[in-house]
């Protein structure tokens, strides 16, 4: 089954917002990721004062709805526009099931991230659709170590 949920950016306070989400809906985060943990690239250092900031955090609301988000770094995503700081994230079965929908939301649009194994393990990409709707396509990865 489908779910969709949304993924919300912010510009570096991200932690204080989701604590805040946590106040109101209750609940634990069960996932929390900043961005020094990503591999870094020596030709695009990471600046320091982004190291601690949540490159992804996750808050279950229900069972089937999770708020998700992160902090937008400029560098790799630009600055989050609060009107468009949210993608509606579509956790998919497989990864046939991903490039099936990939195909038809990215016709017309904007790839931001293209569909890969993420580091993370996920099978992952983003976009924009041709009516400027952000989406985010994650499934497990089938990769095989």
Known sequence: MITINPYL???GNCEEAFEFYR??????FPYISRYKEMPQNPEH?????LKEKIMHISLPISQETVLFGSDAVEQFSGKANFGNNISLMINAQNKAEVDSLWAKLSAGGKVTMELMDAFWGDYFGALTDRFGVNWMLICPSEKKD
């Open 45 to 49: 250092p990471l600046p320091e004062e």
């Open 9 to 11: 950016d912010f510009n």
């Open 23 to 28: 106040s109101v809906f209750g609940g634990d």
